[in-house]
């Protein structure tokens, strides 16, 4: 017998979705923010040496005059790792989130093994990649392959199918409803992670009338721990995301409720059958 589930198994509004997203994040947070926290560091000292080609200085690490075109390729650099870290989160979230929808007890050490190593690396180094192309080449693009593309490592984890495609139609159905969600939210957590990432210098600097000398490496340690959270939160916000979508669009509540009834496997109705 299930227990109460931690996720509603409904349509959920774009805000319902993402509260259930942090729902996911406080009952996972140790593997979800730990892992965070290593990839988040890892990507601050890969972003140092492009920083400093650039010149570019703490804590926005704004475009440098005579400098820019090195402020983009790091700027192409960010949104590249970004991208991969997020994907890899995603598998760890989705891990999470089939349980949480069918009330099923979970250990935090047993969302590994729910997790597809292989696969999810392919994905994150092709979605990253990606990202990183299309913000170099024009942010339009990135908002497209962002938000058409990142349910890959969900889909990987949940449906079992692995398929760019397959992402980019669930997140195109009902007018794009995925990808603007998965949009919106990116939006939500880039206005935190500036406020933990840069905000704290601002109000340093007002109050004592000077910047500090030690923001040199204070400021990526700053940007590591706001990463950190948002980026898990965006991987809930994926783990979520595509349940609520199948719920939504594929009768995936009903699958689950049909299955309870006839006392049959629930958690078989998580994979995709085309």
Known sequence: MSAQPDLPLRPMTLGELLDAAMTLLRARAR???????????????LLLPLRAAAVATPPVYGPAKHHFGAWWVLVAAGFATEGFVICVLGAIAAAAAGPALLGRPLRDRDVW??????PTLFAAVVFGAACG????????GWVFVYGAFGLVSAVIVIDRSGSFGRAARLAMRGGMRGAWT?????????AVRMALGAGWVTVLTW????????LGWTA???WAAANTVAY????????????????RTEGLDIAISRA???????????VYAP
């Open 31 to 45: 593997p979800l923010l730990l892992t965070a926290g290593v990839l988040a560091v890892l990507e601050q000292a």
């Open 113 to 118: 093994k729910r997790v597809r190593p292989i």
């Open 182 to 190: 998965r949009i919106a939210a990116y939006v939500t957590w880039f």
């Open 207 to 214: 109050l004592t009338g000077d910047r500090p000398e030690w």
């Open 220 to 222: 990526p340690v700053a």
């Open 260 to 270: 309870r009834s006839r006392g049959q496997d629930e958690a078989a109705a998580l």
């Open 232 to 247: 898990a939160a965006l991987a809930c916000v994926d783990g979520v995301l595509l349940l609520e979508t199948r719920i």
């Open 133 to 140: 192309v299309a913000a170099f080449v024009g942010f339009v």
